[in-house]
């Protein structure tokens, strides 16, 4: 019962993980040059935006 609140939370950073692996791992045309983590975090972010307008927009 003490883990039922904490379990979207979790969901949640799992699934950011799982989200990063994909980008960082199996999307090599983002990975191309020397500044890797601009384009994952890009990624993540825009992930993170169009979850939001899909909430705010039904």
Same mark, same amino acid.
């Given at each position: 019962m @003490?883990? @039922?609140? &904490?379990?979207? +939370? %979790?969901l949640s950073?799992? %699934?950011?993980?799982?989200?990063?692996?994909? /980008?960082?791992? &199996?999307?090599?045309? !983002?990975?191309?040059?020397?500044?890797?983590? +601009? !384009? @994952?975090?890009? %990624? *993540?972010?825009?992930? =993170? =935006?169009? *979850? /939001? &307008?899909? /909430? %705010? &927009?039904?």
């Amino acid at each position: 019962m @003490t883990i @039922t609140p &904490l379990l979207p +939370y %979790a969901l949640s950073f799992a %699934a950011g993980a799982m989200i990063f692996v994909v /980008v960082e791992e &199996l999307i090599p045309e !983002s990975q191309r040059g020397n500044e890797t983590d +601009y !384009s @994952t975090i890009g %990624a *993540m972010i825009g992930f =993170v =935006v169009m *979850m /939001v &307008l899909d /909430v %705010a &927009l039904g």
